[in-house]
């Protein structure tokens, strides 16, 4: 399948300034989204990652912090510096987005049908009957039953599950050609997760919009992504197809995530340990010295603490990691995780 | 499977699963918790959600019991009525053999201290005024209240240093914490009265997953050292069929089965159990596959459905599962199931 760029993310940095101190989020991040295709980024609380996606959209809130350096390339045009008036006709429009929750996500005091419906007026000029009309079939698109009668219903009479459905009609209703979803199934039950999951699955096929996908769980990876973004303390740290990521990962923390996993049918020998990652996630206020990982690689030497590693490409496959080769090496075959 | 059935001790008691030969740890027997809702209308027919709905259930003393389900099946009502932090409209628990819902609350306080609780959010469950030796010390000071000065201190290191927290951090507040150290010191105060039986609502569903392995880990380490019987509440069933030797999943306020945890990630009997693992994402992108997806989502434990409480959304549900409420009956060597199909 031929694709192409979408959009491209080059050495973005966001900073939060609290309590005289820099918290710096986002470091140098840069990536590009392929039509069509799913990115997801995966990381650890406070790891930067909705972060990054609030940096592309713009939306990081002033009192708080800002992007500092770095450009987010969509069509020719930096989403960073595009007016006002020109973000607003993108934003909704070209590019949607869903958050994890969607009960404060949505508007309280207006129904799902009229959620739906500005955002079709405000994009698509539509008369307030056509798009009460597409609004119910966005309702229908994705799941709802009776939608109809739900058209009228406030979030607050729609389950979690429900309510996320309404979240993706609103984010879809003018056909986006890029979903950022911001961990979407985390707050949702197992089977919800798998039905939302699916319905997203579907939409991209039908529509060839591409997903970046937020999430800290690396079984829902597995299932659906094309390409992955490790983020650990605001850098990226490994990035690469979701076969690679799993059959070969080559930074210790990617490897450390993929074996912390209980698996289904793991617990079956004598031993029903884990094997954890040690310690805990960064401050990203207070950070160690060159790789921020140090402190919990149980790989490290002393040359990690000198500089950070830079990223380094083979065949499509980038990690931040200055022993990776005699790790993996050492580790030998990854075993299977199942 | 049958040929099991025959070699297996019946029940004593209607319905109550005994694991194995030994004297249970704790008994429940059909157990209901009815939360009433405030009434609309003094006219109108009284309403309750059937937060717990009838269940029965052992466990045997050392023991990792799972309780799993989606949200809104009452496990952590179940976890709670257990240590009577709700009380249950009926049914009985007999705990070493006393049956906790005939105490009065002054009798239950001596209960309390071999029954602990920890709860899912480290964040909330810690008083934020205290210091983590306050938080730890404080059941010290109620259930053992003899203690010297002393004694009680040197208590506190050694609960916080069990847990890996060091004793020189105990002045610190918890917000000096990260979540997974949090959630250590909410298992050290659990510990602090050295209870038999300890409650765990989702002690890992807030954390990172590599925390998440460090928390598994530890409350492993201290059942082994402590001798400890855990009912381990989530609604990961990963974690769940890895840590616990028994898994009971609930559905709309009932047991639906009981399994020995490898019976459970091998061959759940049960439509519902075997819908949980169906939706479990897959561990790696080869494993991609189409799935039996469970259709619509939990019905109201104020009006559930007639019969089988799951059969709305089961896939080889007929008339009959309207009309009859299936019990739990045995299918094999401690696994149980209320399915009329199966």
């Excluded at chain 1, 690396?218 to 690469?240: N, P, T």
């Excluded at chain 2, 951090?169 to 602090?192: C, E, Y």
Aim: hydrophobic share 40%; net charge positive.
């Amino acid at each position: 399948m031929k694709q192409s760029e979408l959009l491209r993310v080059e050495n973005l940095r966001t900073y939060f300034y609290s309590q005289g101190r820099t918290v710096r989020a986002v470091e140098d991040v840069s990536f590009s989204v392929q039509q069509g295709s799913t990115v997801c980024l995966v990381g650890e609380s406070g790891s930067g990652k909705s972060a990054t996606a609030f940096s592309i959209l713009n939306l990081i809130p002033k009192s708080m912090g800002r992007v500092v350096a770095g450009k987010v390339l969509y069509g020719g045009e930096d989403l960073l510096r595009v007016s006002q008036r020109r973000q607003r006709t993108i934003l909704g429009n070209e590019i949607a987005m869903i958050f994890q929750e969607p009960a404060a996500a949505l508007n309280p005091v207006y129904t799902i049908g009229e959620q739906i419906a500005e955002v079709l007026r405000t994009h698509k000029q539509c008369s307030a009957r056509e798009a009460r009309r597409q609004a119910k079939a966005m309702l229908d698109r994705v799941g709802i039953p009776d939608a109809q009668r739900r058209l009228d219903d406030y979030p607050h009479q729609l389950s979690g599950g429900m309510r996320q459905r309404a979240m993706i009609a609103i984010a879809l209703s003018c056909r986006p050609k890029l979903l950022i979803a911001d961990e979407p199934t985390t707050a949702l039950d197992a089977t919800v997760q798998s039905q939302i999951l699916g319905l997203l699955h579907e939409l991209q096929a039908d529509t060839g919009m591409a997903l970046l996908f937020i999430t800290h769980d690396l079984s829902v990876v597995a299932e659906i992504a094309d390409r992955v973004l490790v983020m650990y303390a605001g850098r990226i740290v490994e990035e690469g197809d979701v076969i690679q990521i799993f059959d070969d990962p080559w930074m210790p923390y990617t490897r450390g995530l993929l074996k912390a996993r209980p698996g289904l049918h793991s617990g079956d020998g004598s031993s029903r340990r884990l094997s954890a990652v040690p310690g805990d996630p960064p401050d990203l206020a207070n950070l160690s010295s060159g790789c921020s990982f140090r402190p919990r690689c149980c790989h490290a030497a002393a040359d990690c603490a000198y500089r950070p590693p830079d990223l380094e490409t083979v065949r499509g496959h980038s990690v931040r990691c200055m022993h990776w080769r005699q790790i993996v090496e050492a580790a030998g075959e990854p075993e299977a995780v199942l | 499977m049958n040929a099991h059935i025959s070699d297996i001790e019946t029940p004593e008691t209607g319905a109550v699963p005994i694991t194995n030969g030994g004297k249970p740890l704790l008994e429940v027997d059909s157990l209901r918790v009815h939360l009433p809702l405030r009434n609309i209308s003094p006219f109108r027919l009284k309403r309750s959600i059937k937060a717990v709905d009838g269940i029965s259930f052992c466990i045997a003393p050392g023991e990792i019991v799972g309780v799993v389900g989606e949200s809104g099946s009452g496990k952590t009502t179940l976890g709670r009525s257990l240590l009577r932090l709700v009380t249950p409209s009926s049914g009985r628990i007999r705990f070493k053999g006393t049956d906790l819902t005939a105490l009065s609350s002054k009798e239950m306080y001596s209960f309390r201290r071999q029954m602990q609780m920890v709860f899912q959010d480290p964040y909330s469950s810690l008083n934020p005024r205290m210091t983590v030796a306050e938080i730890v010390g404080d059941p010290l000071s109620i259930h053992k209240a003899h203690l010297t000065t002393q004694a009680r201190l040197s208590r506190i290191a050694e609960l916080l240093s069990q847990v890996g927290i060091s004793p020189a951090h105990g002045t610190r507040h918890p917000h000096a914490f990260s979540g997974g150290q949090r959630q250590r010191i909410a298992i050290a105060r659990a510990l602090a009265t050295e209870p038999d039986f300890v409650v765990a609502d989702e002690p890992v569903s807030a954390l990172d997953v590599s925390v998440q392995a460090q928390i598994v880990n530890l409350l492993l380490d201290l059942k082994e050292r402590h001798a400890l019987t855990i009912l381990f509440i989530s609604h990961d069933l990963r974690v769940v069929s890895h840590i616990a030797d028994r898994v009971i999943v609930m559905y709309l306020g009932k047991v639906v089965e009981i399994a020995p945890a490898e019976k459970f990630r091998n061959a759940p009997a049960h439509p519902y159990t075997e819908a949980l693992v169906s939706a479990l994402p897959v561990p790696h992108p080869s494993l991609r596959r189409a799935r039996v997806v469970l259709k619509g989502e939990v019905p109201s434990a104020v009006t559930p459905p007639s019969g089988c409480v799951f059969r709305t959304r089961c896939s080889i549900a007929s008339a009959e599962c309207a009309k009859v409420t299936p019990d739990l009956r045995q299918a094999g060597a401690g696994h149980w199931i209320a399915c009329i199909k199966r």
